[in-house]
Structures are given as structure tokens and as C-alpha cells.
């Protein structure tokens, strides 16, 4: 008699809405998505980043644009949402600055320009200009115009002065992955890549390493979008990536510190 009491006071009760419920979507805090628009050299990095901050932030859904900088920026100035840029390039960067779309920016790492080869190869290439050579047949590059590492790469061809000669050889890629994918399935039997790329592989070994001197400097920019509709949460994922949790996670995977 008494249980059937109780549960006749709470049934009067809810019918009074002397008690509420609250409902689960009301209670749960929405998550907000971030867009960051990256690089896709910096996949790897950012995949762990996503790991721990996400988990550290469980407000936050972090979704990444990975493609060549050249290819977002486009993306960037003819409206494609992003609150966040991570560019392989200051080019790319400096374009968006003076089309007045960036609120904030900083150069966050730093990487090398390598000639990788399949891990198989025989190759033994002690100077670019050796890819000239007959037996060399196909050399994979990113798009100099929208590829950052295509352009470093470019640059170093045309100080050694084989850029012309090697012409015919060259294989084009959209970015810097596909440069890699296809020097690790041997459709091309060298490419340049960033150091940070051959370390992810077992498929490539590196060849040789690219003077600094015959390329311009390989930075990578971040920036906060003006256009951004989550600055505030924009800015605080733009200062964790300056910390040094993250700065740890970038340089375990080969990059380096400006």
C-alpha cells in the first residue's frame, strides 16, 4: 500500500509539473566543429593532436581539409568555410593575409626538402643532377603552383640547372601524399618529398637531402580565418597548437621548431 502511494504522489506530481525531467539534449552541452583547413604533410600530426585535444575538450569536434596549401587558399578566398589555416607554405599564406581573410598569423614549424627513392631501390644519387641520367625514368614533384614542396623542388631543380632537362621526366602530384604514394608503389623511382614524409614510410628510404640553400626557406604558417564562426574556440585551438604538448607531438613525428 505504502509503494503504491509513493507512486501515486509521483505520478500527481509530474502531472502538475511539480517535477521535471530535464531531457538529455538539453543537459548535454553541443559540441562545436572546427574547421581547420591543413596541409596534408601535416596529417599525421594533426591526427594525434585531434587525439588529445579532443579528449582534453570534449566540447570539441576538430575536422580537418587536408590538401595542398596552394589548392585551400583557393578554397580560403573564393569562400570555403575554415576557422583555422595550416599552410606548408608562407606564399600561400602572405596571399590570404593581403586579401585581408586572416585575423592572425605566426610561423608555427619548420621541415626539409628530400629526394626519396622505393626502399627496394639500388639507387645511389648523390647529387640531383644524377636524376638525369637514362636510367632514370620518371621523377614524381608536387604541382609547383599549388604545391609547396613542388615549388621548393622546383627551385632546387633550376639552381642545379636541370629543371629543363629533367622536364620530360617529371610525374606531377597534387600534393605532397601522392608525391609519396607514388614513388612507395614505383610509379615514379624518385620524388621530393619533406623529411617528415619519408619518416612516416617503410616503403621509402631518402636518397639525399636537399640544401637549404637551394630553396626557399620551408615554414608553416597558422593562422585564425577573420571569417571564422567560432573565433573564440578558433583562437584557443590556435594557442595550443604554440604550447608545448603540441610542439612535442609535431617534433616526434620530424618536424622542426622556428
Avoid at 581539409?65 to 589548392?71: I, V
Avoid at 619519408?198 to 637549404?212: D, F, G, T
Wanted: aromatic share 6%.
Amino acid at each position: 500500500m505504502l509503494r503504491r502511494g509513493i507512486l501515486a504522489a509521483v505520478c500527481t506530481a509530474l502531472l502538475f509539473g511539480l517535477i521535471s525531467i530535464p531531457a538529455e539534449s538539453a543537459s548535454a552541452k553541443e559540441r562545436t566543429t572546427l574547421l581547420v583547413s591543413a596541409a596534408a604533410s601535416l596529417k599525421d600530426g594533426l591526427d594525434r593532436i585531434e587525439e588529445i585535444y579532443e579528449k582534453s575538450h570534449p566540447d570539441i569536434d576538430l575536422q580537418f581539409n587536408l590538401g595542398s596549401s596552394g589548392t585551400l587558399q583557393k578554397q580560403i578566398e573564393q569562400g570555403a568555410p575554415a576557422d583555422i589555416f595550416l599552410s606548408a607554405g608562407k606564399k600561400q599564406m602572405d596571399a590570404l593575409i593581403d586579401a585581408k581573410l586572416i585575423a592572425k598569423s605566426m610561423v608555427l614549424l619548420k621541415n626539409d626538402l628530400v629526394l626519396v627513392v622505393p626502399s627496394d631501390s639500388n639507387l645511389q644519387i648523390k647529387s640531383v643532377k644524377e636524376l638525369t641520367d637514362k636510367s632514370i625514368k620518371k621523377v614524381a614533384i608536387g604541382q609547383p603552383e599549388s604545391v609547396p614542396a613542388g615549388q621548393y623542388a622546383k627551385e632546387t631543380l633550376e639552381v642545379r640547372k636541370v629543371w629543363e632537362p629533367l622536364k620530360s621526366k617529371l610525374v606531377y602530384a597534387k600534393d605532397v601524399r601522392q608525391v609519396l604514394t607514388y614513388v612507395e608503389s614505383g610509379n615514379a623511382e624518385a620524388g621530393f618529398v619533406y623529411r617528415t614524409d619519408a619518416l612516416s614510410s617503410n616503403k621509402v628510404k631518402i636518397a639525399l637531402k636537399v640544401h637549404s640553400y637551394a630553396h626557399k626557406p620551408i615554414v608553416y604558417p597558422a593562422a585564425v580565418l577573420k571569417e571564422s564562426k567560432h573565433s573564440e574556440e578558433a583562437n584557443e585551438f590556435y594557442e595550443y597548437l604554440q604550447s608545448s604538448e603540441a610542439k612535442a607531438v609535431f617534433t616526434s613525428f620530424g618536424f622542426k621548431l622556428p
